[in-house]
């Protein structure tokens, strides 16, 4: 009897022993990836304000911000990843501004992507309108109407959950995740609806825009074929952020297939889905455009400018 309580007490020990080094080693995978990606982030981020001519061109403002959309998609997703190892349930009221955050951001990256798909299709198919149409003051008229999009998609989940949950649950704790917060079944449909609209809308955008310049006069230029290439990164992007919504599926497949691995299947999925799409971003124009990789080159290695060192010798 006592020799089968030391069992189960080592039985224990060790389980919470196991849990505790899996929690912190993906903590600190988490942490590090999203210190690296955020650090190359920010790097574009501060050569797009030191150099006049990124800030005067839509292309980099939008380019930037998706890469500033990123960054505060990245920190959320991380804190609310080691919130719930660290606490596992925090207040309800945190957890819906945290929440509010990161859908908001996530919702902002597809049609992100499909603005820098059309300012693309009018650069390479109609360029002599393109100074007319894509203006900095256009550009961020757009930018503001991605937001306001985004606001619209979320706030009937944020009306329903105050519609549908008594006053208690707001002062309660939970497991913070979108589906233990707005768990009513309006706000599922809802979700449904509103993700099939706005990824169509996206897709058909950037297959809309790939056939127009494919097609276009001169197709066989150098900047077609760099507006080709850069529309199905976009695409594969895009393909990334939609694991967002197929997440569950996704996750279920992979219990099937590996039982009994829950944990690092959670953890795999968060990596994949959430991690991966923010790394692409910075490689889409920040190491692929000759010009950004020019001048950002020095920052990012922290070199020190070579007139500087010109003129110090």
Not at 202 to 221: E, M, P, S
Not at 268 to 291: E, M, W
Request: charged share 15%.
């Amino acid at each position: 009897m006592n020799f089968s309580s030391i069992n189960d007490t080592s039985a224990v020990t060790g389980n919470q022993r196991d849990y505790f080094t899996r929690a912190v080693t993906n903590n600190v995978i988490v942490t590090a990836l999203c210190i690296a990606i955020n650090y190359i982030n920010s790097t574009l981020v501060h050569t797009f304000r030191k150099h006049q001519m990124f800030n005067t061109n839509p292309r980099y403002i939008l380019f930037i911000h998706l890469v500033i959309n990123d960054m505060m998609q990245l920190i959320l997703s991380t804190l609310l990843h080691i919130l719930s190892y660290a606490l596992q349930t925090i207040s309800v009221s945190l957890c819906l501004i945290l929440l509010l955050l990161a859908i908001l951001a996530t919702l902002n990256t597809p049609l992100n992507l499909a603005g820098m798909a059309g300012e693309c299709y009018v650069a390479i198919c109609l360029p002599l309108r393109h100074g007319r149409i894509c203006t900095v003051r256009n550009t961020w008229i757009l930018i503001g109407v991605i937001w306001t999009a985004s606001a619209f998609s979320i706030l009937p989940d944020l009306f329903i959950l105050l519609a549908t949950e008594p006053l208690h649950f707001f002062h309660s704790k939970v497991f913070c995740s979108r589906d233990f917060v707005f768990r009513s079944s309006y706000s599922l449909k809802k979700r449904d609806a509103s993700h099939i609209v706005c990824l169509v809308l996206v897709w058909l955008t950037l297959l809309f825009v790939y056939f127009r310049i494919l097609f276009a006069a001169k197709g066989a230029t150098a900047d077609n074929k760099k507006a080709r290439n850069t529309i199905v990164l976009h695409g594969f992007q895009l393909l990334l952020c939609m694991l967002t919504y197929v997440r569950p599926m996704f996750e279920q497949a992979l219990h099937y297939l590996l039982p009994g691995r829950f944990p690092d299947v959670r953890f795999a999925c968060y990596v994949l889905v959430q991690i991966l799409p923010r790394f692409l971003s910075p490689i889409v124009y920040g190491l692929r455009d000759q010009t950004f990789r020019r001048h950002m080159r020095r920052y990012l290695l922290c070199k020190v400018r070579i007139s500087n060192q010109g003129t110090s010798s």
